[in-house]
């Protein structure tokens, strides 16, 4: 079956662009989370949305990181004015339950590169 | 804030060696999952631990958590070129009122000389 799809894989920006990530999870799948990996480390979390309500954001490391979920399926991570400390993966998981119990999906994530 | 420490950070074995990772939380975790991150690919899970002193196994692989449910391990027997990777444990943090935050550690990389 369809696993958790992430797009683009590979993204490259100027400093100062905007970019805008698409993750759409294992269909069905209530919880939805973002995180950020830079090299060498383990996931960081970003943000956690239940269905469409954007629960926690207390990872998001700046104002200029916006994330939507808008009909509790597709979720967009933006980022705003990038800055060259923004280059890292950044991994999508969705779980079918609606807690910390349970199995996350990883998608295979957003290379980004800002220049 | 929570903190997740795994050791070592890296491990080089000969294939057929045994390999094993330690996790420590600085505060006591409801469960902890284990996840696997092949080189270039995203991270995969493993397995979630929730009892205290809980043992699970899979093939060569076992996972304990502590008594104290504030440390966990993971023990591969008999590696395999197919067991390199990086592995990590992450457990729930509940900083800052959140209880939908999955701390990760740093992971410990293995690799497999066959």
């Known amino acids: 079956g369809a696993g958790v799809s992430q797009s683009p894989r590979y993204k490259v920006a100027k400093r100062g662009q905007d970019v805008a990530l698409r993750c759409d999870p294992i269909?069905?799948?209530?919880?939805l989370f973002w995180y950020q990996q830079a090299l060498g480390q383990g996931p960081e979390f970003l943000t956690y949305?239940?269905?469409?309500?954007?629960?926690?954001k207390s990872g998001l490391p700046s104002d200029r990181f916006f994330a939507e979920r808008p009909e509790g399926s597709v979720s967009t991570l933006k980022i705003q004015r990038t800055q060259q400390e923004d280059s890292a993966v950044y991994l999508c998981?969705?779980?079918?339950?609606?807690?910390?119990?349970?199995?996350?999906?990883f998608g295979p994530g957003t290379r980004l590169t800002v220049t | 804030g929570q903190q997740v420490m795994q050791i070592p950070q890296y491990q080089h074995v000969q294939e057929g060696e045994d390999f094993t990772t330690y996790c420590n939380s600085s505060?006591?975790?409801?469960?902890i999952q284990w996840y696997k991150q092949r080189p270039g690919g995203h991270p995969v899970f493993l397995i979630q631990l929730v009892k205290s002193g809980e043992v699970k196994k899979q093939k060569r692989l076992t996972f304990q958590f502590g008594e104290a449910k504030k440390n966990s391990s993971l023990h591969i027997t008999a590696t395999q070129t197919t067991d390199v990777g990086t592995y990590f444990c992450?457990?729930?943090?509940?900083?800052?009122?959140?209880?939908?935050?999955?701390?990760f550690g740093k992971g410990t990389l293995l690799t497999v000389n066959p």
């Open positions: 992450a457990g729930p943090t509940n900083s800052g009122g959140s209880n939908y935050k999955l701390t």
């Open positions: 998981a969705s779980s079918s339950t609606g807690r910390l119990y349970g199995e996350q999906y």
């Open positions: 949305f239940q269905n469409e309500a954007q629960l926690d």
């Open positions: 269909s069905g799948h209530v919880s």
């Open positions: 505060t006591t975790l409801s469960n």
